[in-house]
């Protein structure tokens, strides 16, 4: 067996032996990577304390146990999972199989199921409370999710990241129920409006929060209101309107 000469940074060059090659003891790095046994320790203490790596102990022989180190499932993830393209086929192979509407079947069940599993978090949420729930539970689903206050009685969820764009842009109604789930966590109390969208161009996904009928109440002349383009206007970072970040 070949093992992998070190790359430029310690630390990287650590994980690859361990995803390679599987669990070593700090002696096997020293002797592989080529670098002193103090700086190999400081890098694993660094990854554990990432939850990155993990120590155990065993006997190898005679004489004091071997602190043996391996990736956790956590260091596993950095490495590149084909989790999209996977999710893809197997869509299309449903279409092919049971027919286009099993496609929607599909995702309508997904949404079913996050509204769900969330519904507690979200349920009886003050409008600012709310926003700050469905941003975090975005941003743990992978969006990059943020929000901030928008306006009067408004509040923006912002994502800079699409965790499903593969499967999006193979089937936009994917997002549809994105939407869906949005609104079925917010509740029929608050109206979520989505102003602009990472599959139709724009650099994010944002979505406006606001209380029911709200719109209506305000009507056209405070400024507010939608766009002559019907998206709605939103505050952004270093934009007008000085929103604040959360």
Known sequence: MTEPTPSSSTRRAVLELLKRYGQHTVAQLHEVLGVSRVAVRRHLEALESE????????SLGRGRPAHLYALTEAGHELFPRNYQQLAAQLLE????ELGPSAIERLFAHRQRALAQQHAARTAG??????ARVLATIQDENGYMAEWEHAGQDRYLVREHNCAISGVARAHPSACTHELGLLRQLAGPGVEVERVSHIQSGDRECAYVLRRAGAAAERGNGDGDGPDADGRGRTTRHGGQGGAERR
């Open 51 to 58: 939850g990155l790596v993990r120590q155990t102990t065993r």
């Open 93 to 96: 192979a449903a279409r092919s």
């Open 125 to 130: 949420r003050s409008l600012p409370d709310l």
